[in-house]
């Protein structure tokens, strides 16, 4: 089945600065990538994702690369702010058959983002 | 547009007693539903799916066991609680684009 690795586990960074979160997968036959934020005792919220026909994605501060080649994404925020400070997960699916829409998650990275 | 609720929002039973917890979906018909647990500070586990009325696939084998009765009702069970099914229960659903939208979320704490 697909495995999904996620590093860095936590990240620390400053107001303004860009943080990078990085993904890797097994499944060469995945196609949906998304990314989720789940703030302390909260759900998690979708906030991006790609699609493997696509390379790049932007929304405002939010980006994301997929690079299927090597099997990896990223997520990048940029001018980050003390509310992007949660905990972000990746995920990756693939199309039809007995594993339609399960998705692998990754194990997370706890994000912090100091004033 | 589509909402999901799960209840209830907190829960606090003794080990050995039994569970039910219930989700539902509105603005949609025959979505994929998912359970899933979140232990303390950890990450998403997946525990069932269904992908229709009656239908459940489990993922984890354990003391817990899932239902569908209906076609946007997604009931998570178990006989006899165990200490280690402490966590944060999560019902998510998708439809064809595969994205999922998770409910708020049942907070079970087993003493």
């Known amino acids: 089945g697909e495995n999904v690795e996620q590093h860095p586990s936590t990240l620390s960074v400053q107001e303004g600065d860009s943080a990078v979160i990085k993904c890797t997968y097994s499944d060469s036959a995945s196609n949906y990538f998304p990314w989720y934020k789940q703030e302390l005792g909260k759900r998690p919220q979708l906030i991006i994702d790609i699609r493997s026909n696509v390379g790049e994605k932007k929304d405002q501060r939010i980006a994301v690369t997929l690079n299927k080649t090597a099997k990896h994404f990223s997520l990048h925020i940029t001018e980050t702010q003390p509310e992007d400070s949660a905990v972000y997960f990746c995920a990756a699916t693939r199309p039809g058959g007995t594993s339609y829409g399960k998705l692998t998650f990754g194990q997370g990275t706890i994000l912090t983002v100091h004033p | 547009s589509q909402t999901i609720h799960q209840w209830p929002a907190t829960l606090v039973q003794p080990v050995g007693s039994p569970l039910s917890l219930e989700c539902t979906v509105e603005?949609?018909?025959?979505?994929?539903l998912y359970w899933y647990r979140q232990a303390a500070g950890r990450g998403l586990q997946l525990l069932f799916y269904s992908v229709g009325i009656g239908q459940i696939s489990s993922e984890v084998p354990q003391n817990l066991s899932a239902s569908r009765p209906q076609d946007r009702q997604f009931i998570l069970s178990s006989k006899k609680l165990l200490l280690s099914d402490s966590g944060f229960y999560l019902c998510a659903w998708s439809m064809f684009t595969d994205t999922q939208y998770f409910g708020p979320g049942t907070r079970l704490t087993v003493l």
């Open positions: 603005g949609t018909s025959n979505p994929n």
